[in-house]
């Protein structure tokens, strides 16, 4: 009898860029080994509806529809995954899918993710694990962050790290013997970067921070940003598109500065000290951390690993790629874990950093 799982899992996140698949073997020891990866980008017209949803421009009707057409792109990607591996499909033990978020209300304990997975689990003929977030806010939790669960596992708590995803959203994982393990999100992470990337430079993405790197940060536009409310909440707390959204973006163009390179540059150091200013105010009064462990889309941007630096200047700074975990991969394989303890029936959160009541085990299961 084997001793692993194989299992593909799948993640988009609140960037909307592309559909992330990897292929990874889950031990009985809670090790794991990559196999493959594969994305499929959405297609524009898809993708610009998404947005429509998740800032709150759609209809009924367009949710019913997206449900369906997301699931089906995202059946699409593990099955390509799996030509692409050239396994069989009578291999794959389950797909845990991450689906697509339109709207999250931590406030409200009501979240939403498409991509159904009857679908998923039809068209690919595998068992699918999905809808992660709501049994935690039927436990009185936010439903996120949900990737400590599997932050815990991959670096242990051996020494005080604060594992940082840099996604649409940033996030933390504070990882340490001397306290009990907590996360929560900072703020945005490349959304309002991604935004006036689009709007200013007609670009998807700022590549390797090299537009923000040629501005200057307008640091009265800059303390002006950071009089959200949301960075002077405290943890437990999780956010997204529903307040840093293109009608937040809009708003505080209104008083951006002229120079689009500054524009960008401010923005990029918004990310960076959002993240820093919630170590200080939330992580050091507990712990001191040894090191940073940069993630996501994020850990590639130069610009904001510069001003991160600047910020925290007496803190290491790592990537994924330095513990062998790929960085644009990592919340994938976070997914693969939960999906794992899912099927194994045991709970799947942490309640210290999502506010549950208690220990849950989060998900649905498509056969």
């Known amino acids: ?55 709150n421009t759609g209809s009924v009707k367009d949710v019913c529809l997206m449900n369906t057409v997301v699931g089906e792109l995202f059946a699409k990607c593990a099955n390509s995954l799996i030509k692409k591996s050239g396994l069989k499909k009578e291999q794959i033990d389950f797909i845990s899918s991450h689906g697509q978020t339109i709207c999250h209300l931590p406030d409200k304990k009501s979240t939403l993710q498409i991509g159904d997975i009857s679908v998923i689990s039809y068209k690919t003929g595998i068992m699918t694990i999905g809808d992660f977030r709501p049994k935690d806010m039927a436990a009185n939790g936010q439903g996120a962050p949900l990737v400590p669960f599997a932050d815990k596992i991959l670096f242990g708590t051996d020494k005080g790290r604060l594992i940082q995803n840099i996604g ?25 970067i991604d935004y006036f990337m689009n709007k200013l430079f007609n670009l998807p993405y700022d590549k390797d921070g090299e537009i923000a790197l040629k501005g200057l940060i307008d640091e009265i536009w800059l303390n002006k940003l950071l009089t ?57 009064p507990k712990v001191k951390p040894d090191e940073i462990v940069l993630g996501g889309g994020g850990a590639y941007n130069n610009a904001i690993i510069k001003f991160l630096h600047n910020y925290l200047p007496d803190i290491q700074i790592k990537t994924h790629e330095d513990y062998n975990i790929p960085n644009k991969l990592k919340e994938c394989i976070a997914f693969a874990y939960l999906g794992y303890y899912t099927v194994n029936k045991q709970p799947n959160n942490i309640p210290s950093c999502t506010g549950a009541e208690s220990s849950v085990i989060l998900g649905k299961i498509s056969y």
């Open 168 to 192: 649409g959203i940033s996030n933390v994982t504070v990882l340490s013997n001397k306290c009990e393990i907590f996360a929560f999100d900072n703020g945005p992470g490349n959304m309002l």
């Open 1 to 55: 009898m084997k001793s692993y799982k194989t299992v593909i899992s799948l993640m988009s996140g609140t960037s909307i860029d592309s559909i992330d698949a990897c292929l990874v073997k889950i031990f009985e020891d809670l090790t794991f080994e990559v196999i493959d990866s594969y994305s499929l980008e959405y297609p524009d017209e898809i993708r610009d509806k998404l947005f429509n949803l998740a800032n």
């Open 228 to 284: 959200n409310p949301y960075y002077s909440i405290i943890p437990p707390k999780s956010t997204g598109r529903e307040l840093f959204n293109s009608e937040y973006a809009e708003k505080i163009y209104k008083i951006a500065p002229k120079n689009k390179y500054d524009i960008i540059a401010t923005v990029t150091a918004l990310t960076a000290k959002t993240i820093a200013d919630s170590y200080i105010n939330f992580i050091f």
